[in-house]
């Protein structure tokens, strides 16, 4: 167990490295370096001043040299400055990255609330109107791209209804910590969050659908059963005890389909997040944030994925090979 | 010896034997929702795919600002942009390329993964060792980021590029399910006996090992094949997609960034979207079909 | 000249563990195995499973890999050679396989399962092609007309039978057999096993027959090796194995194949009896102190045991 745990660690160190060193070459080869784009709106700036500033900061030196340097300044946290907002970079992520964790954790916590019911009814009662009617609803969600149907609920619900706002993360007008601050907040997210874990539920209702019509038909099931234990009391002491500990376990893997989702979410709804910031750095040119959202985004669904596999790994002894 | 016309004996025997094309086309017969989407689905793509017959497209990019924002009326159906361009004519025009380019991120997605698969499950031991903790790390990146970056750096963009850019990373679950597939498969003694007969390890992994997992493939190629088209107008959406000139059903979608426009200029966007949804959904029901096709053959077999 | 000659073969399997996966030990399939085979015989190779029956066959065709020891076939040892060397001899070697439903791809019809090994090794145009599988085929005592038909279309024997003709398409030298009756039901693993003796004399082959089932081994073969884990028990002549098993190991076994004759069958239950109680207080004179067998040692012209 132990050994697994410390082997399953120890892979994620390469990974990482390699993270790194792909970001870092991806940076490199993007047009235009932190030089020019900090100068990009000033035509006084001539060519020797730009050479002299790229010989300051180190940007003519062999490209491992700057990776070095790079990866030393990251792992202390310090992921340079950013040249359109003229700040630190992680100040510059700290000032979004509650808002992100707000959108994820709230589409999380939803989709589960969602999604283990509906999954837990269509098991029991297979073939059940409700059991129809679930797996039709999963299908919907299984086929419907995010921001399609990000958009028509944002149509519907922002525009024609008017019952949620427009955009943004909160009302500004409102004083920052005030309850009616707590409430705006809320309300910006209601809709993010609803589009996000309506779509997101299809796995888990799937995985718990076909779990639990699979251990149904098990023989410890069927001795339960026969030694009379009631039937409600077969499900939560045998059939779900079994089949909703794994769901735990697969919150990692869901981290790297979270990122995709907040990028289209936070485009969408005009949400000041880091997926809204990639989008704009991107824009801008701005390399070092891009550079460091993505090494983080990167590093969360590693950590995370790795958390999955050695929860996993406790829950179901048979993953355990080693 | 016996004398007998071999042409009718084979086609005898190939009656006997249903193929899998056929078997789809049951089970999607039996199945009155999985055969009004084939239908629908069919009637969207001649639409889109015949429309240069009747549209013309130099028309369709000439902009003309006096006709710009115009809703529906009976010259434009579906109004007209920013540009006081025909909606339909793009709608059409953006699904067609929209489809195709899907259609070749599967397909080249396809191949290569089916090749990384087999090739991972023929061998086993190290070199799946190997190829597999290449994908696991490849399945963690967050791969919409690094698409998007690909996008801004390529220097020459174009279609081709983009399709080669979304192609790598859309493989990687299909080499993984191919490979379990195959690590299985290749313990079976038809494998061993291909081996001893002295066929080549190519040969046996694309002629012996792989019609045997072909439906499997099938079944996910028509599966991804949705997943793909929602990539690509996505990026499209996102302002990283298909080169400017090119529509997408994205392009149309993605005026919807602006708040004016979604409100008071439905008509761009919004059949786009709707259009989207329903194509995704046909799509997925075919494919469901065809799994379940699939499935009962399994059980034949 | 022997036409196979098998030399020390062993065969082992790392077994990994600790930390880095390092090996810790070895699985000893074969461990340390030697026998000839003359042409034209059948030569059996006996055992309970796990034993490294398969194993060594295996290895002789090249389906595994020869950790250590020689295989000499006609002089070249098959061990060593690569590529298109060691391909040479495929042709000369083939493999009839256990499990006729598994061992035939489902996927292809009769003529592309048989003409594959001719697709390999020969150039041959479509018709010449045909009409070799078509002789085959009659030769194995199916229709010619069902060359188009697929596997799933034919009962166990028939498939069996569909395998024997793919291994003879190249005229090979050697068959190995790796119990290529026991998935079949009893009333067709006789007219395999005939029609097996009957080619044999037809196209001059020889045999290393693998089987669990010593009665099949004693109607099939002439001569028999006793495997036990993964080493040689005892080796002889048919008569020499079954009349005069000088191992105990040999002599349990031989006991267990039950009594027909009813009237014998009290005779037998004290035969076993005997062995048994001589299994418990002679354990050590037969097997090492790890458990293993002793080396091979002649106790007659053809008749070798592994005893102190």
């Known amino acids: 167990m132990l050994k697994f745990i410390l082997r399953r660690t120890l892979i994620m160190i390469p990974q990482l490295l390699v993270l790194s060193l792909i970001i870092f070459l991806l940076a490199k080869a993007m047009p235009g370096d932190a030089v020019t784009s900090s100068f990009m709106s000033n035509p006084n700036v001539t060519p020797e001043q730009m050479e002299k500033m790229r010989e300051k900061l180190g940007l003519n030196d062999s490209w491992y040299v700057q990776y070095g340097h790079w990866v030393g300044n990251a792992v202390q946290g310090d992921f340079g400055q950013s040249f359109t907002h003229k700040q630190p970079v992680t100040s510059l992520l700290a000032g979004r990255v509650g808002n992100t964790l707000l959108l994820s954790t709230g589409i999380l916590i939803v989709t589960y609330i969602i999604a283990i019911p509906l999954g837990i009814i269509a098991g029991r009662w297979t073939d059940s109107w409700a059991d129809k009617l679930i797996v039709t609803y999963n299908y919907f969600a299984f086929a419907t791209p995010l921001f399609v149907f990000s958009l028509l609920m944002l149509f519907l619900f922002s525009f024609i209804l008017g019952w949620t706002p427009i955009g943004g993360s909160v009302d500004i007008r409102i004083e920052t910590g005030s309850f009616d601050y707590i409430v705006s907040k809320v309300k910006h997210l209601i809709l993010p969050v609803m589009s996000g874990a309506l779509l997101a539920t299809f796995g888990t209702i799937q995985y718990l659908r076909n779990d639990i019509i699979d251990t149904k038909l098990k023989d410890f099931v069927k001795t339960a059963r026969a030694k009379g234990v009631p039937e409600s009391k077969v499900y939560t002491r045998h059939i779900l005890r079994n089949s909703l500990l794994p769901i735990a376990a697969f919150l990692g893997y869901e981290i790297t389909g979270l990122i995709a989702g907040s990028i289209f979410l936070e485009m969408i709804f005009s949400y000041p997040g880091l997926g809204q910031l990639f989008i704009q750095s991107v824009m801008g040119r701005d390399f070092t944030v891009v550079t460091a959202l993505v090494m983080i985004s990167g590093t969360a669904a590693i950590v995370g994925t790795m958390l999955s596999d050695i929860i996993l790994s406790i829950v179901d002894p048979r993953i355990r090979i080693d | ?301 | 000249m022997s036409l196979l000659k098998v030399n020390k073969l062993k065969v082992h399997y790392p077994i990994r563990g600790g930390f880095l996966r390092r090996v810790v030990d070895q699985v000893r399939a074969v461990d340390g195995v030697s026998f000839e085979l003359e042409p034209g015989e059948t030569y059996g190779l006996v055992g309970e499973s796990g034993c490294g029956k398969t194993t060594t066959g295996r290895a002789i065709i090249g389906l595994n890999k020869a950790t250590e020891g020689e295989m000499l076939f006609e002089g070249n040892d098959l061990a060593k050679l690569r590529g298109s060397d060691r391909r040479q001899h495929t042709k000369d070697i083939q493999m009839i396989f256990q499990d006729p439903y598994s061992s035939l791809n489902v996927r292809k019809n009769v003529l592309n399962i048989i003409s594959e090994p001719l697709r390999n090794f020969e150039r041959m145009s479509p018709g010449e092609e045909l009409k070799r599988v078509q002789t085959l085929i009659e030769r194995v005592g199916l229709n010619p007309e069902s060359i188009y038909k697929y596997p799933h279309q034919f009962s166990g024997g028939q498939r069996q039978r569909i395998g024997i003709a793919r291994a003879l398409t190249l005229n090979p030298k050697l068959i190995i057999a790796d119990e290529p009756v026991s998935a079949l039901d009893v009333s067709v693993q006789a007219q395999v096993l005939n029609f097996m003796q009957e080619i044999q004399k037809e196209f001059n082959l020889t045999y290393l027959f693998i089987s669990h089932d010593l009665g099949i081994i004693q109607h099939m073969c002439d001569r028999i090796g006793i495997m036990y884990k993964g080493r040689f028990v005892e080796e002889g002549t048919a008569a020499d194995v079954y009349n005069n098993p000088q191992h105990l190991y040999t002599k349990r076994l031989i006991a267990a194949i039950p009594e027909m004759n009813p009237e014998k069958r009290f005779e037998k239950t004290h035969l076993r009896q005997s062995i048994n109680e001589a299994y418990r207080t002679d354990y050590d004179s037969y097997f090492d102190k790890d458990g293993r067998m002793f080396d091979l040692k002649r106790v007659s012209d053809t008749h070798s045991v592994a005893l102190q």
């Open chain 2, 1 to 301: 010896m016996v004398v007998f016309n071999e042409k009718e004996l084979m086609a005898k025997e190939k009656m006997n034997t249903p193929s899998f094309v056929k078997t789809i086309w049951r089970e999607i017969r039996n199945d009155k929702m999985a055969l009004g989407s084939l239908i629908l689905l069919t009637l969207i793509l001649l639409a889109a795919y015949l429309s240069p017959l009747f549209i013309d497209q130099t028309a369709l990019t000439r902009v003309n600002f006096f006709n710009n924002w115009k809703p529906p009326s009976a010259d434009n159906w579906l109004g007209t942009d920013d540009g006081g361009r025909d909606v339909l004519g793009q709608l059409l025009l953006g699904t067609r390329n929209s489809f195709t380019i899907g259609l070749s991120v599967t397909l080249i997605a396809g191949v290569f993964g089916l090749t990384v698969g087999l090739i991972a499950g023929f061998y086993g031991g190290i070199v799946d060792n190997i190829i597999m903790r290449i994908i696991d790390f490849l399945m963690v990146l967050p791969s919409l980021m690094i698409i998007i970056i690909f996008v801004v750096s390529v220097p020459k963009y174009t279609i081709f590029g983009f399709i080669l850019i979304v192609s790598a990373f859309a493989w990687f679950g299909k080499a993984r399910l191919i490979r379990s597939r195959a690590l299985a498969e290749r313990e079976l003694d038809y494998i061993n006996a291909s081996k001893t007969l002295g066929t080549p390890s190519w040969k046996i992994m694309f002629f012996e090992l792989f019609p045997n997992l072909s439906s499997l493939v099938i079944v996910n190629m028509t599966l991804t094949l949705a997943g793909n088209i929602g990539l690509e107008t996505g990026l499209t959406f996102l302002g990283f997609g298909l080169p400017a000139g090119t529509p997408s059903l994205g392009t149309l979608i993605s005026y919807a960034r602006n708040p004016d426009i979604v409100q008071n200029k439905w008509w761009v966007w919004l059949p786009a979207a709707l259009l989207i949804l329903v194509m995704m959904l046909c799509i997925n029901y075919v494919g469901q079909a065809v799994k379940r096709a699939s499935d009962a053959r399994q059980r034949l077999a």
